[in-house]
């Protein structure tokens, strides 16, 4: 009973302590200053187990079918390379000023098709990405999905060919800060199908 007495204690004075700091506004939320590394580790953490948890038991669609993947190219280029780029694209200034910077997927593509539909839908709390979901049914998403595992094989030309247009920069073209990097992205319009995916990454 003592024992637990004293954990009774520790934590409500643990509780005192952090409503204290919340109440004081000393923490510095603003975008432009990163947070502590030991909170960056924990958010994280946080972040991925309930990405993987909530994502558990989606049962991913054929997203190797050309109509979905070229449907998903255009929808990324309107609504998402302001933010996670092209193969052209090196940052756009919409970018530059979200923290936490979201994923290069012009270079790294996903990994888990299951839990890119989740994100796309759901979205991600105290960070840029927004829920699709309210606005966007499920094919759309799993078309933007599909696209996504393709991108990493594109170039510009290629990306641009596939989806119809260049990406949006977040001012309403594609005219974010480019580089073309050939050693990024070999494959070219003309090395790569108009339609299809070969394989998944």
Known sequence: MKTFKMLFVVLLLALIVASGFVASGVYDIGADRPHWPLTEKLVGVLRDRSIARQSAGIAVPDL???ARIRSGARRYAEM????HLTP???STELREGLYPQPPDLARHGVHDPAQAFWVIKHGIKMSAMPAWGRSHDDAAIWEMVAFVKRLPELDEAGFEGMAGM????GHGGGHGMHHHDDDDHPASA???PEGGADHAH
């Open 166 to 169: 260049a990406g949006d920069d």
């Open 88 to 90: 052209g694209m090196r």
């Open 80 to 83: 998402c390379a302001a933010c």
């Open 190 to 192: 003309s090395s790569v």
């Open 64 to 66: 190797d079918d050309p």
